[in-house]
C-alpha cells in the first residue's frame, strides 16, 4: 500500500511571489529572444562569434582565437556553442543559453538558501529581492551592471554566481550526513570550481578565500576549545577550494592565445591610500547606483547591512549559525575585491564587486523573519523595487525590443549583404549591431578608438577576420573618426571609396582599394 503523499503547504505570500518572480523571468526570455541589435556591445558579440569558433572547431580553445581577460570553460558563451550547433543561428544561441543560465542562478540561489531558510516563501522573497535590486539598480540595455550581468544577453557572471551559490550551499551542508543529492552537488562544486579556476583568479578571490577564512576561524574556535577536528567539513572546504588552485594551475600551463588588459596590481604608496579608499567606495557604490536618484537604495542597503550584522543572533533552523556564515562568506567575498581596490593599481570596475548584490538580498529575508513590523516593511520595499525596476527597466526596454526589427541595423547589413560585403570594420562598440542584425552572414572587427582608426583590437577576436579581401570588407566611419581615418589611409597609399551614407545617424561607410586592418596588425 502506497504511503500518503506529505501535504506542501504553500502560503499566499509565495504564491503571489511566485507570480512576480514568473513575470521577471517572462520578461528575460522575451528581451533575450528579441534579438534586439542595439542592446548589443562589442563584448557581446565577441561571445557570440566565440561561441561559432567553438562549435566549428570542436574546441573551447579554438585554434586561432585571442581571449581577453578570461577563458572560457563553463561560461555562457560555451553553453550557447552547443545550441548553435543545434539550430544554425549565433545570436539566438546565444539567448537561449543566457536563459538557461538564468534558470541555473534561480536553482542554485534557492538551493543555497535552504539551510538558512526553511520557509520557501522566505527563500522565494530572498531571489526576488536579488532580481529586483539588479533591474532596479542596473541598466538592462546598456550597461554590464544590470540585467546583463547575470539574466540578459551574455550573462557575463552567470557561471561565476552559479558557481558561488552550489559551493556556498554545500559549505552551508559541510557537516550533514552525505546524502545522494548532497554528493551529486559536491561534485558538481568541485567540477565548477576548477573550471572557473581555469576562466580566472576573479572566483578565487570571490568565493574561494572566504570559505578557506570561514572554515579556517571555525576550525580554530574548535582546537581552542578542545573539540576534535571536524574532518568531514574541512575535506569538503579543501576539495572545492584545491580544486580552483588546480584550475588556475591548469590554465597557466597551457598555450592559450591571452592578451589580458588589467593595469599593474603594483602596492599603492601610503600617501596614496586615502583617495584610493574614496575611489573604492565610489566603486562599490555604482554597482547600485548608476542613477543620482537612487543613492538613497545604496544608503538603505548600508544601514540594512550593519543593523542584520549587529543584530545576527541564531535563527531556530537545521543549522543555527548558517545565517552567519552566509552573511560572512558574502561579505568576505566583497571585502577581499575592496582590498584589491584600495591597495594595488589594479583597474577595479564596478562589476567586480557583484557579490555585493545577493548579500544585500539576504538581509531584507532576516528583517522579514525576525519582526513582524519587519514583513510589513519588507514587503513594502520590495514592492517598491519592483515597480520601480519595472518604470526604469522593463517599459523602455521592452518598447525597444518591440521595434527591433525597424532598427536601422537591419536596414546597414541589408545593404552590405545586397552588395556583397561580408565583413565591417569600426571602432570598439560601434559596428557590432549590424553583424547581429545579420544573423551571422556579417563578421565585424574592431579598431579601439578614434585615435587608434585601422589599429586592429587583438583580443576577444579571431585575427583572420582582419585578413579579408579587401573588396569583400567595407570601413564604418562616424563623424568623430571620418576625417582622421580618411587622412590616415592617405596616408599609407590607400585610396578610399564611399560606398553609402546615413548623415543623419552621421554614418559613412567606405571601401578600400586595400585592407587597412591587415596592413597595420600586429601579433599578441
Known amino acids: 500500500m502506497i504511503g500518503k503523499l506529505k501535504k506542501v503547504k504553500i502560503s499566499p505570500v509565495a504564491i503571489i511571489l511566485s507570480g512576480v518572480l514568473l513575470v521577471y523571468f517572462i520578461y528575460m526570455c522575451y528581451l533575450n529572444l528579441s534579438l534586439t541589435p542595439s542592446f548589443y556591445c562589442t563584448d557581446m558579440y565577441s561571445d557570440i562569434l566565440y561561441s561559432v569558433r567553438v562549435w566549428e572547431t570542436k574546441s573551447i580553445f579554438p585554434d586561432g582565437w ?72 542596473g541598466d538592462a540595455i546598456y550597461t554590464v551592471n544590470g540585467w546583463q550581468l547575470f539574466f540578459t544577453m551574455c550573462s557575463y557572471y552567470a557561471c561565476y554566481i552559479i558557481t558561488a551559490f552550489i559551493c556556498f550551499g554545500c559549505f552551508l551542508r559541510r557537516r550533514e550526513k552525505p546524502t545522494r543529492s548532497r554528493i551529486v552537488a559536491f561534485v558538481f562544486a568541485v567540477l565548477f570550481s576548477f573550471a572557473c579556476g581555469m576562466q580566472s583568479l576573479r572566483q578565487t578571490a570571490v568565493m574561494v578565500l572566504p570559505m578557506l577564512a570561514v572554515e579556517g576561524i571555525m576550525q580554530l574556535k574548535s582546537l581552542i ?55 573604492s567606495l565610489t566603486n562599490m557604490a555604482n554597482l547600485l547606483t548608476d542613477k543620482d536618484h537612487r543613492g538613497l537604495l545604496f544608503l538603505m542597503a548600508v ?95 521592452s518598447e525597444i525590443a518591440s521595434k527591433s526589427e525597424t532598427n536601422l541595423s537591419y536596414e546597414i547589413s541589408d545593404m552590405l549583404l545586397e552588395r556583397g560585403y561580408t565583413t565591417v570594420y569600426s571602432g570598439w562598440n560601434q559596428c557590432e549591431d549590424i553583424a547581429i542584425a545579420s544573423g551571422g552572414r556579417i563578421t565585424a572587427g574592431f579598431w579601439d578608438s578614434s585615435k587608434d582608426v585601422f589599429n586592429p583590437v587583438m583580443y576577444l577576436c579571431d585575427p583572420s577576420v582582419y585578413e579579408v579581401e579587401s573588396e569583400k570588407c567595407v570601413y564604418y566611419l562616424r563623424s568623430d573618426n571620418r576625417d582622421i581615418a580618411l587622412q590616415r589611409a592617405e596616408e599609407q597609399g590607400v585610396t578610399m571609396t564611399l560606398v553609402a551614407e546615413y548623415p543623419t545617424w552621421g554614418i559613412w561607410f567606405y571601401e578600400a582599394s586595400e585592407n587597412l586592418m591587415q596592413m597595420n596588425m600586429k601579433q599578441p
Open 66 to 137: 585571442v581571449f581577453g581577460n578570461q577563458l572560457y570553460v563553463i561560461a555562457t558563451p560555451v553553453l550557447a556553442a552547443l545550441i548553435y550547433g543545434i539550430i544554425g543561428h549565433p545570436a539566438r544561441a546565444m539567448a537561449i543559453a543566457t536563459i538557461i543560465m538564468a534558470l541555473g542562478v534561480f536553482a542554485s540561489f534557492l538551493w543555497m538558501l535552504r539551510p538558512v531558510f526553511e520557509k520557501i516563501e522566505e527563500r522565494l522573497l530572498g531571489l526576488l529581492f536579488f532580481i529586483a535590486l539588479v533591474a532596479y539598480c
Open 225 to 279: 576549545k578542545q573539540k576534535k577536528i571536524e574532518w568531514q567539513a574541512l575535506i569538503v572546504t579543501a576539495s572545492m577550494s584545491l580544486s580552483n588552485l588546480l584550475g588556475l594551475l591548469v590554465a597557466r600551463l597551457l598555450s592559450i592565445a591571452k592578451n589580458e588588459i588589467f593595469s599593474s596590481t603594483e602596492l599603492l604608496e601610503k600617501a596614496e591610500l586615502p583617495s584610493s579608499v574614496n575611489i
Open 303 to 397: 544601514i540594512i547591512t550593519v543593523v542584520s550584522l549587529l543584530q545576527a543572533k541564531r535563527l531556530k533552523d537545521k543549522s543555527p549559525n548558517a545565517w552567519g556564515v552566509l552573511v560572512s562568506l558574502f561579505g568576505i567575498s566583497v571585502l577581499g575585491i575592496f582590498i584589491l581596490d584600495v591597495h594595488t593599481k589594479m583597474y577595479v570596475r564596478s562589476i567586480y564587486y557583484f557579490m555585493l548584490v545577493p548579500l544585500i538580498a539576504l538581509l531584507p529575508i532576516y528583517a522579514y523573519r525576525r519582526w513582524r513590523l519587519g514583513k510589513a516593511i519588507t514587503l513594502v520595499l520590495l514592492a517598491m523595487i519592483v515597480v520601480g525596476s519595472y518604470k526604469i527597466t522593463i517599459l523602455p526596454t
